[in-house]
């Protein structure tokens, strides 16, 4: 089997994700299993009854979406017989780890333990420096970072564009004070409007700096091979296989924008055949690639049941 394979990141966690696949599927268990017994904690328990709460914190978050859409893979696997051969692979900020482990340029284990760190960093760096992210509808790249450099230059405060998902969805990243001055603002800048997230921090911001140094130390430690296919990077929108490129770039997405929508224009591009697998959890890349590229074909792998419609659609 060949598709494209896009990751979801961040914020698609749910109470009940990947409980499906694991009661279908024994592949799916058995990462389930190996993530508690890597991490040391009841990750497959916090994904399956929650609370919420904890398990949409970052540190927490990170290496339970992770697991899960490594496990939704390994039971789509498992049901067709064979291996999925990725055409080439992406993620959304987190999911970039998994599209890695996914290309074989890191080991599951390793990846595991490099997202419940890379959280862990980014918890703290956001306790460090009060700060969060807003959403801004409905305004170009040039004219949102323009107000940002006025906003950051008058409330001498961080403010960055940080996530550039698709067409007119931009999200912004700062300190408190730089938010509060781009949202009173953001009408008359052209925003149709702007909405605070319910994020932790300024995720992809200099506010990310230390957690992006701890981050660095702990990849400097970890054995990263050659990628299975050409894997496309947040911070740069470009593919490579190289491992030492791998790494670097993961070191640069912290604090750079995640160029999500010029990443997947790109891939498309490059196949335009190309059929995408977005595994669970969530449906929001698929949501996404319909507005970045109205042609491409993305099939959502959210639960288990979606598995055997997938399978009898390209078969």
Same mark, same amino acid.
């Not at 509060?180 to 997230?197: H, N, V």
């Not at 994020?199 to 050659?226: C, N």
């Not at 969530?282 to 792998?301: D, E, H, P, T």
């Given at each position: 089997?060949?598709?494209?394979?896009?990751?979801?990141?961040?914020?698609?966690?749910?109470?009940?994700?990947?409980?499906?696949? @694991?009661?279908? !599927?024994?592949?799916?268990?058995?990462?389930?299993?190996?993530?508690? !017994?890597?991490?040391?904690?009841?990750?497959?328990?916090?994904?399956?009854?929650?609370?919420?709460?904890?398990?949409?914190? $970052?540190?927490?978050?990170?290496? *339970?979406?992770?697991?899960? !859409?490594?496990?939704?893979?390994?039971?789509?696997?498992?049901?067709?017989?064979?291996?999925?051969?990725?055409?080439?692979?992406?993620?959304?900020?987190?999911?970039?780890?998994?599209?890695?482990?996914?290309?074989?340029?890191?080991?599951?284990?390793?990846?595991?333990?490099?997202?419940?760190?890379?959280?862990?960093?980014?918890?703290?760096?956001?306790?460090?420096?009060?700060?969060?992210? $807003? #959403?801004?509808?409905?305004?170009?790249?040039?004219?949102?970072?323009?107000?940002?450099?006025?906003?950051?230059?008058?409330?001498?405060?961080?403010?960055?564009?940080?996530?550039?998902?698709?067409?007119?969805?931009?999200?912004?990243?700062?300190?408190?004070? *730089?938010?509060?001055?781009?949202?009173?603002?953001? =009408?008359?800048?052209?925003?149709?409007?702007?909405?605070?997230?319910? @994020? *932790?921090?300024?995720?992809?911001?200099?506010?990310?700096?230390?957690? !992006?140094? =701890?981050?660095?130390? *702990?990849?400097?430690?970890?054995?990263?091979?050659?990628?299975?296919?050409?894997?496309?990077?947040?911070? $740069?929108?470009?593919?490579?296989?190289?491992?030492? $490129?791998?790494?670097?770039?993961?070191?640069?997405?912290?604090? #750079?924008?995640?160029?999500?929508?010029?990443?997947?224009? =790109?891939?498309?591009?490059?196949?335009?055949?190309?059929?995408?697998?977005?595994?669970?959890?969530?449906?929001?890349?698929?949501?996404?690639?319909?507005?970045?590229?109205?042609?491409? =074909? @993305?099939?959502?792998?959210?639960?288990?049941?979606?598995?055997?419609?997938?399978?009898?659609?390209?078969?």
């Amino acid at each position: 089997m060949q598709f494209g394979i896009l990751f979801p990141g961040q914020g698609a966690q749910d109470v009940g994700m990947g409980l499906d696949f @694991v009661h279908n !599927s024994p592949s799916a268990k058995a990462l389930f299993d190996e993530a508690d !017994s890597v991490l040391g904690l009841p990750l497959s328990k916090l994904c399956f009854e929650g609370p919420l709460e904890e398990l949409t914190a $970052t540190d927490i978050a990170q290496p *339970a979406i992770y697991t899960c !859409s490594l496990a939704a893979l390994a039971a789509f696997e498992e049901l067709a017989g064979e291996r999925i051969q990725p055409i080439m692979a992406a993620g959304l900020s987190l999911g970039e780890y998994t599209a890695l482990a996914a290309a074989g340029a890191i080991s599951f284990a390793d990846g595991l333990r490099l997202v419940r760190l890379r959280g862990s960093a980014m918890q703290a760096a956001s306790e460090a420096m009060p700060s969060g992210m $807003t #959403s801004v509808m409905a305004m170009e790249r040039e004219p949102l970072e323009a107000l940002c450099a006025e906003v950051a230059a008058e409330s001498a405060a961080i403010c960055q564009v940080a996530n550039l998902n698709s067409p007119g969805q931009l999200v912004v990243s700062g300190q408190i004070a *730089a938010l509060d001055l781009l949202e009173s603002r953001a =009408k008359d800048a052209g925003a149709k409007r702007a909405i605070r997230l319910n @994020v *932790a921090g300024a995720f992809h911001s200099e506010v990310m700096r230390p957690a !992006s140094e =701890k981050l660095e130390a *702990a990849l400097s430690e970890i054995e990263f091979q050659p990628a299975s296919c050409p894997v496309w990077q947040n911070a $740069t929108a470009e593919a490579s296989t190289d491992a030492t $490129t791998l790494k670097a770039n993961l070191v640069a997405q912290l604090c #750079s924008p995640v160029l999500w929508q010029e990443s997947f224009a =790109k891939m498309v591009e490059s196949a335009p055949e190309t059929t995408f697998l977005e595994p669970a959890p969530g449906r929001v890349l698929s949501a996404l690639a319909r507005k970045i590229a109205r042609g491409a =074909k @993305v099939v959502s792998l959210h639960e288990a049941a979606a598995a055997a419609e997938i399978l009898e659609s390209i078969r």
